[in-house]
């Protein structure tokens, strides 16, 4: 094998797509999960084309350079964090974006932000529902490697649910085409799905065609409050057994008051719990279908329900929501979980953590998308007290055990990386372990594409 040259990876390139300059390298060493152990890259190809990609794994392959793809850097995970000596394939100025209203398909390249896809659809009458808290910065390539969820997922579902084709550059720096425009393809291996949520361990997903649906009908909102987390945890599994909202989300004391310190919009600093609800059935639905929810409300000891069809108003209640993490963080640094359990046990992990922060003596505010049990535990602590940290760091990995135990999973939509994967084994079993493997080792036999991401 030939000595690594990236100045012989920029020559086959346009003017100005390797980085090779250590200041300019410096920010695609970290995803914002700020990874503590991220290494330096030997470069950084800037793509703008499948071909720029494909020239950068054909070289990588050929010289045995782990590769490490990039999108808007917003991971949770640390999965697009950099490792010593590799390159880092970064895909966040492919932001093309067509739509074809008569399919209801949008064509978009890797690097287009979330909320540019639901703009763009948005001027035909169509809508993109993948919706996570962060859309209005995260891309379409990273909502795919981390099949990404979001608020409206309770009834609209997540990313695989859209996703009915897409270009990968494999580990060897061939390109293939998976699915197509059609909305039903039984062909073959659910080759498609297999990319979704593999966090780039398996190729470097260049194009997407997602699928689009009419306009979301505006929406009714109900906000409740509660004094006790079990009566508000027990409303989301009453609610959930009966109907299908479009949004059903927990916000835990800790969390109400962060977010309440920072937009002043008179949040109950008091309450234990709230829970944000949404219907967006039809104008006379919507209403019996709050009515209903304000009756479960108020049959669990809720302190205060209050719901409005005025659709500003509601989404001021959304808006909180999603900025509860950046909320939060103005605490201290942050250890953000992503557990989920089945909905009946959510009250089971919400007690659980909130007997780990006690027992650790770690503040852990708790959000939700309550209504498929997907949790967001946000661990705070000071990283410059080494005790404190680490008493952080265990009960990070006793929220994981504890969802394990529940029946739940270790991520629910911001995917395993590299600060989850001690735990992947003990969730997955090792069969099932074994079988991911064998798959990583099939398309990638050589090991390089984001090698110390969920798998080894």
């Keep these: 094998m030939t000595s690594p040259k990236p100045a012989h990876l920029a020559a086959t390139l346009p003017t100005g797509r390797l980085l090779m300059d250590p200041d300019k390298m410096a920010p695609y060493r970290w995803d914002r999960a ?3 152990d991220a290494g330096t890259p030997i470069a950084v190809l800037c793509a703008k084309t499948t071909g720029d990609v494909q020239a950068g794994v054909r070289w990588a392959a050929e010289h045995g350079i782990p590769v490490i793809p990039r999108g808007a850097g917003s991971g949770l995970s640390g ?15 492919m932001t093309a974006i067509d739509i074809d209203p008569l399919t209801r398909i949008a064509t978009v390249e890797p690097g287009a932000l979330n909320a540019h896809v639901k703009q763009a659809a948005a001027k035909h009458g169509l809508w993109y529902p993948p919706d996570p808290s962060s859309f209005e910065f995260c891309s379409i390539g990273g909502n795919v490697a981390t099949n990404a969820g979001g608020l409206c997922c309770v009834k609209y579902g997540v990313t695989t649910d859209y996703v009915l084709g897409m270009t990968v550059v494999l580990a060897d720096g061939s390109v293939v085409e998976l699915g197509g425009p059609r909305l039903k393809d039984v062909a073959g291996l659910s080759l498609t799905k297999l990319f979704i949520g593999s966090e780039g361990t398996l190729g470097i997903i260049t194009k ?7 306009a979301q009908r505006p929406p009714a909102t109900l906000v409740a409050t509660f004094a006790r987390l079990d009566d508000a945890t027990q409303t989301v599994v009453d609610i959930t057994s009966t109907m299908r909202p479009s949004m059903l989300e927990f916000m835990d004391k800790p969390t109400i008051n962060a977010v309440e310190d920072v937009t002043r919009m008179g949040l109950d600093r008091d309450a234990e719990a709230m829970l944000i609800v949404q219907s967006d059935e039809p104008a006379g639905h919507a209403g019996v279908e709050i009515a209903q929810i304000t009756a479960i409300c108020e049959k669990n000891s809720a302190t205060e329900v209050f719901d409005t069809d005025d659709a500003e ?10 900025m509860a993490i950046p909320a939060v963080e103005r605490k201290g640094s942050l250890l953000l979980e992503d557990v989920g359990v089945p909905v009946p046990r959510l009250g089971d992990l919400v007690r659980g953590i909130a007997d780990i922060a006690r027992h650790r003596d770690i503040l ?3 959000l939700a998308h309550a209504g498929d049990g997907n949790t967001h535990p946000l661990l705070v602590f000071d990283p410059s007290d080494e005790d404190q940290a680490q008493r952080a760091h265990t009960a990070y990995g006793e929220v994981m055990d504890l969802a394990i135990g529940l029946g739940g999973t270790i991520t629910g939509e911001h995917g395993v990386g590299r600060l989850k994967k001690p735990w992947l084994a003990d969730y997955l079993g090792p069969d099932v372990l074994a079988l991911n493997q064998r798959i990583k080792k099939a398309l990638d036999p050589a090991g390089i594409m984001n090698p110390g991401t969920m798998l080894d």
């Design 313 to 322: 108003t509601g989404e001021q209640f959304v808006v909180a929501r999603r």
């Design 79 to 93: 999965g697009s964090s950099a490792i010593d000596g590799c390159l880092v394939i970064a895909v966040d100025e």
């Design 364 to 366: 852990i505010a708790v």
């Design 208 to 214: 997407v065609l997602l699928r689009l649906v009419p």
């Design 34 to 36: 700020l990874d503590p």
